[in-house]
């Protein structure tokens, strides 16, 4: 199992209750968009994979506004899972499965872990190499079913270009902790997803500089 070093930076999460559920801000504060988003895009029932799930706030969050979905709440890191579980136990929810260790950048994931009417993955693509986030698509793409949807969250770079001094300085720290990481471009976020035979249907303006791709595979 690979499980990327991620730099001190990046480490903006604190245990805050003694069941062990870790906080995390950026979490919070962008819950309630991702969760209008999917409110409005996903389909409304059959089975959810979300992949690096992280601290579980999310999970919690998106299950109860989308009661009609299973959710399936993953994450590389076994640490995460406890959390996970924990914040599922609070949500007032009963359609959060136990969380679920999975490498998304491991080869065959999606034999075992599809068919799936919505996979999600928030803010990993810039944490991991291009290699990592191609075959992470390509799984992505072939764990879906017919009609099934994909969203990607994230911070992208929009035609190669780096669009606010924020991005510029985050993108260059993370890749001076491993020059293997960094911002994707859109543009080849987009390329991978259909070449995976994938569809298109919005690229969504998130709150600050994020973007959420919506793809779908063909119902037929
Ligand atoms: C920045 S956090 C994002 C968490 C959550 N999705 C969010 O948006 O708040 C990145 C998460 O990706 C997970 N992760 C890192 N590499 C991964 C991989 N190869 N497969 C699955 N999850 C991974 C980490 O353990 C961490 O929980």
Redesign the pocket.
């Given at each position: 199992m690979?499980?990327?070093d991620?730099p001190n930076f990046?480490a903006s999460t604190a245990e805050t209750t003694d069941d062990g559920r870790l906080f995390?801000p950026?979490?919070e504060r962008?819950a309630g968009p991702i969760a209008d988003l999917l409110a409005r895009v996903a389909p409304e029932t059959g089975r959810a994979l979300e992949?690096?799930?992280?601290?579980g706030?999310?999970a919690a969050t998106f299950a109860a506004r989308l009661p009609g979905l299973h959710w399936q709440p993953?994450?590389?890191?076994p640490t995460?899972l406890a959390s996970i579980d924990a914040y599922a136990a609070q949500s007032g929810t009963n359609t959060i499965a136990p969380a679920l260790q999975?490498?998304?950048?491991s080869h065959g994931w999606a034999a075992t872990h599809g068919p799936r009417d919505l996979i999600l993955v928030?803010?990993?693509l810039h944490?991991?190499s291009e290699t990592?986030a191609r075959t992470l698509i390509a799984e992505a793409a072939a764990c879906l079913a017919p009609a099934g949807c994909f969203i990607a969250y994230g911070p992208f770079k929009r035609g190669g270009v780096l669009i606010s001094e924020g991005d510029v300085s985050f993108d260059t720290r993370l890749r001076e902790h491993d020059p293997e990481v960094g911002y994707k471009d859109d543009k080849r976020i987009i390329d991978w997803a259909t070449k995976d035979g994938l569809i298109l249907v919005e690229t969504a303006e998130m709150p600050a500089n994020n973007l959420a791709f919506v793809f779908e595979r063909p119902a037929g």
């Open positions: 690979h499980k990327r991620f990046l995390a950026s979490a962008n992949i690096a799930a992280g601290t706030q999310h993953t994450d590389v890191d995460r999975l490498d998304a950048t928030c803010n990993l944490l991991i990592e």
